[in-house]
């Protein structure tokens, strides 16, 4: 059974996929080794969130632990990362409709749940649900074009997907305040000064970048980069002591892992680790 690329095996239970079989309208993918590219393509809307696009990521995300990939960047096709909701298409909702599909909610719940690393590599526009995608990867590499922005308070709401509670983890009360209550857009350099981002890079090396930093994600030990975000985003939803606590343990744990044996023992020897996972 095919359905936007996924393909299922009904006696067995189990879902697979391959970038051959992988045939959505709105999204690309596309795998270098052991990193995926999961290009958002809508650029004549500027990548805008439809409810196309939102059921297609949904679906991509569903099983993306099921393909062969130990990182995944997420980018934008054309000027844009994503230029916010389309707005043309969300105008006519009504608050029954909203609340009862809980808009935006599957998609930001399962982003976040991944336990893969990924990389937002933003050029152009990231504003409303755009921004809140970004933040909700593990990190963000910008390009020297990038604009950060929550404008939803120009249409007469506010932010849905994050906008008003991550932002200002990030960047603290005031910026946050400011973005949410003025719309302003903040640029590249702006969101590197204030943590939204890990580095700025020139547009045309954006990709470049980006694999290069997911390609040496790969190359760890994938328990430990596991174990590794998760202590981090652990540290936003607990109080210091709890999660030094939590730290800890994980740090003990990883000591019965091969990969640990194998890491120490390389840098022992002056040479390069051979990580098996194990």
Same mark, same amino acid.
């Given at each position: 059974?095919?359905?936007?690329?996924?393909?299922?095996?009904?006696?067995?239970?189990?879902?697979?996929?391959?970038?051959?079989?992988?045939?959505?309208? &709105?999204?690309?993918?596309?795998?270098?080794?052991?990193?995926?590219?999961?290009?958002?393509?809508? *650029?004549?809307?500027?990548?805008?969130?439809?409810?196309?696009?939102?059921?297609?990521?949904?679906?991509?995300?569903?099983?993306?632990?099921?393909?062969?990939? %130990?990182?995944?960047?997420?980018?934008?096709?054309?000027?844009?990362?994503?230029?916010?909701?389309?707005?043309?298409?969300?105008?006519?909702?009504?608050?029954?409709?909203?609340?009862?599909?809980?808009?935006?909610?599957?998609?930001?719940?399962?982003?976040?749940?991944? %336990?893969?690393?990924?990389?937002?590599?933003?050029?152009?526009?990231?504003?409303?649900?755009?921004?809140?995608?970004?933040?909700?990867?593990?990190?963000?590499?910008?390009?020297? &074009?990038?604009?950060?922005?929550? *404008?939803?308070?120009?249409?007469?709401?506010?932010?849905?997907?994050?906008?008003?509670?991550?932002?200002?983890?990030?960047?603290?009360?005031?910026?946050?305040?400011?973005?949410?209550?003025?719309?302003?857009?903040?640029?590249?350099?702006?969101?590197?000064?204030?943590?939204?981002?890990?580095?700025?890079? *020139?547009?045309?090396?954006?990709?470049?970048?980006?694999?290069?930093?997911?390609?040496?994600?790969?190359?760890?030990?994938?328990?430990?980069?596991?174990?590794?975000?998760?202590?981090?985003?652990?540290?936003?939803?607990?109080?210091?002591?709890?999660?030094?606590?939590?730290?800890?343990?994980?740090?003990?744990?990883?000591?019965? &892992?091969?990969?640990?044996?194998?890491?120490?023992?390389?840098?022992?020897?002056? %040479?390069? *680790?051979?990580?098996?996972?194990?």
């Amino acid at each position: 059974l095919k359905q936007g690329g996924w393909v299922e095996n009904q006696e067995e239970g189990f879902i697979i996929m391959s970038p051959e079989t992988l045939k959505f309208e &709105t999204l690309k993918f596309e795998q270098e080794g052991a990193v995926g590219v999961l290009t958002i393509s809508r *650029p004549e809307s500027m990548n805008a969130l439809n409810d196309q696009l939102i059921g297609e990521f949904e679906h991509f995300l569903s099983g993306v632990s099921e393909l062969d990939i %130990r990182a995944l960047i997420l980018t934008g096709e054309g000027k844009a990362f994503v230029a916010g909701a389309d707005i043309k298409e969300m105008s006519s909702k009504s608050f029954a409709d909203v609340f009862s599909e809980n808009l935006f909610a599957n998609a930001s719940d399962r982003i976040i749940k991944i %336990r893969k690393p990924i990389i937002a590599a933003v050029s152009g526009y990231a504003l409303g649900g755009g921004c809140e995608l970004a933040m909700a990867c593990d990190f963000i590499i910008a390009s020297d &074009t990038a604009k950060f922005g929550q *404008p939803e308070i120009n249409l007469g709401v506010i932010a849905g997907m994050g906008g008003s509670q991550r932002l200002t983890r990030f960047v603290g009360k005031s910026k946050a305040m400011d973005m949410n209550l003025t719309g302003r857009f903040m640029d590249a350099d702006e969101a590197e000064r204030s943590g939204l981002v890990s580095r700025v890079v *020139p547009a045309k090396k954006l990709i470049e970048e980006a694999l290069s930093a997911a390609q040496k994600i790969a190359e760890k030990s994938m328990p430990s980069v596991m174990a590794a975000k998760e202590a981090v985003n652990r540290s936003y939803e607990v109080t210091l002591g709890e999660g030094l606590l939590f730290e800890r343990r994980v740090f003990h744990s990883l000591f019965a &892992t091969e990969d640990q044996k194998e890491g120490m023992g390389a840098f022992l020897e002056k %040479r390069q *680790p051979q990580f098996r996972d194990k």
